[in-house]
């Protein structure tokens, strides 16, 4: 995880600052434990350090780490371009909506629901699919998320286009879940879970058949590795992390609306995930922070950050076009 | 067909295929016996590749059959049939840019569950291939011509197959090379692996095998005994442009 860099992190001077300091990281094993443990410690304490607003746009920041890291598994670690990842973050925050205000279902409930219901989608979009060439997915995905979004925008039981609202905060073993600073550490947890996860897969015997597939499909099936299923448990996992991501960001705000699952977010997690480095895990989630917090940080700029925080992603592409993070990524 | 009791390992029965609407093969008919190096000649185009794609299930078959050790595998996926120890070694070679010498290896021995069993594969591939051990640590893709064949070849032993489909391996590669694969291609196939070669190099190709196929226009044209097709100097003259 990214430690020193969070600060002016979207521009470019800093970059620069930040290269050597982020390959002493990725090389070292020590320096990199140690950079674990630094990062654990500042996510402990940054609430009482940097007051409430920081704390509701860090908890931001989390809820993409996670939406980032599954959407990397698709993009980074099988090398499919998913452009509707926005849909499998609706399914989890709606199945959540609907479940717990229109059928009263306990929350804790909704979570195995919305993940059956994400990787059944899952394997609707991406079984017939993931037979053609790559391409076709994105073309596919992009329709998907359109067909999710429109469609919670005119059925009623999704609020139409004015949403969800009043959709009740958690408990967890007497613990309300209320405060921004419980939801912070809830997605402490969530984040840290999902960076575990993406890990234990990387180094599984599934993550290096995704990496054989991603570098040469045809190779990969020539010695025996079925690249439909291969793609379609990569897509599948995908969904399953986005559908808890919005399972998550449903209760935090308690209202949930279309036009928060819009083409605009699917972009905005993959360029998370691009910008940090595909199929690197600290990567991605320097990316998510970035494209998170880059905006907040340049607020002072008022009309032109939106301006300036763009330059600053297209520098960082032109710079580093494999990403911010160095080297070739978890996957050995 | 050669007179060997055995029963085929490889039998092709009107087997057609193409890209589109463009038809590349026309209901050929093919052996390969246990054992054997059957070779499969022809001028470019003549649907040679198509062939070994068809059985390998890279391309579908559009009609025929293709039996695998008795068993009908037309149908089957193209990593199901790898499975089954049927493995195709494609034109082009499909080194893993990226990836070291040794992690392109052990893409071919994914399906060997047994790290014992993939630790002496690889052994035996480093014995055949000396180069590639000193080279394990290389990026694969910036190996020569010839080292990426030995690669390619390399990395289908590691799955321990029955049965080779190679596309002309040596395409590209300088004289010298060209005899050191052939020889290459001898040993395993006096180690127990049968082999369906494909080859450009139809003398060389001849001396090799056991049995020849001459594709023309996606359709078996000739097929004999090796000793015989190369002792026909019209043969080699027709079809073998030489």
Known sequence: MATDDRPGAGTTPALARLAGPLAALADNAAARRAGIVALLALMVVAPFVFGEYATVILTNALLYVVLALGLNVVVGYAG??????????????????????????NFWLTLPVAVCTAALAGVIIGGPTLRLRSDYLAIVTLGFGEIVRISARNMSITG??????????????????????????????????????????????????????????????????????????????GAIFGALGGVFFAVNLGAISPESFSFTQSVLILMAVILGGMGKIPGVILGAMIVILGPELLRSLGELRLLVFAVGLLLIMLFRPSGIWPGRGRQQ | MSSDATPPVLKLHGVSAGYGRIRALHGIDLEVRRGQIVTLLGANGAGKTTALKTISALVRASAGSVLFEGRDITGLRAS????????????????????SVRENLELGAFTVRDPAVRQERMREVFGLFPVLDHRQHQDGSLLSGGEQQMLAIGRALMQGPKMLLLDEPSMGLAP??????????????????TILLVEQNARLALRLADYGYVLESGEIRMQGPAAALRADRSIVQAYLGE
């Open chain 1, 80 to 105: 499919l371009l998913d452009l509707g990842y926005a849909a499998f973050f609706a399914v989890g925050a709606y199945t959540v909506g609907i479940l717990t205000l229109r059928v009263g279902v």
């Open chain 1, 160 to 237: 139409m286009a004015s949403g969800l609202s009043g959709i009740h905060q958690p408990w967890l073993f007497g613990w309300h879940i209320a405060t921004p600073r419980d939801f912070y550490y809830l997605f402490c947890v969530l984040a840290i879970l999902a960076v575990a996860v993406s890990v234990r897969l990387a180094d599984s015997r599934l993550g290096r058949a995704w990496l054989y597939v991603r570098y040469d499909e045809d190779a990969a099936e020539a010695m025996g590795i079925d690249r439909v299923r291969v793609k379609l448990a990569a897509y599948v996992t």
């Open chain 2, 80 to 99: 199901e049939i790898a499975r089954l120890g049927l493995v195709h070694v494609p034109e082009g070679r499909h080194i893993l840019r990226g990836l």
């Open chain 2, 176 to 193: 010298k090379l060209v005899l050191d694969t052939m020889r290459i291609v001898k040993r395993l196939n006096q180690a127990g692996t």
